[in-house]
């Protein structure tokens, strides 16, 4: 039986609480409980042991709808394979994986990724 960890992230931030939801729909973490202490926040993130690895993209690389669908080598880099893994994109309808931004024909920034 696994444990389930958990990871505290200091400051919270909007951006950080869209992210994890991605992370959370797409079933890489569990539940999240934002804590406010009076200053930045916290964040507490329960770990289900299903992220290899995750990071942030930087610089922020613009990524139009035939960008997603393509993916270009600058941002395959990040992942092992096409079907492992998702790049966190922020468009105009908020932020969300690479694979629901080409659901909706939409594209935006990269953000980060994980697998």
């Known amino acids: 039986m696994r444990r389930n960890k958990q990871a505290l992230i200091t400051?919270?931030?909007k951006l950080i609480i869209s992210v994890l939801?991605?992370?959370q729909k797409?079933?890489?973490i569990g539940e999240f409980?934002?804590?406010d202490d009076g200053r930045a926040g916290k964040i507490i993130v329960q770990l289900l042991g299903r992220i290899n690895k995750c990071g942030p993209i930087s610089p922020r690389y613009p990524l139009d709808y035939n960008g997603l669908l393509r993916l270009p080598d600058y941002i395959r880099k990040y992942l092992?394979?096409?079907e492992i893994g998702i790049i966190i994109i922020s468009t105009p309808k908020g932020v969300m994986s690479h694979?629901?931004?080409i659901r909706e024909k939409i594209g935006g920034v990269t953000l980060g990724y994980v697998y």
């Open 80 to 82: 092992p394979s096409k």
């Open 26 to 28: 797409e079933g890489y």
């Open 21 to 23: 939801r991605v992370m």
């Open 11 to 13: 400051p919270a931030s």
């Open 99 to 101: 694979r629901d931004g």
């Open 33 to 35: 409980e934002y804590i």
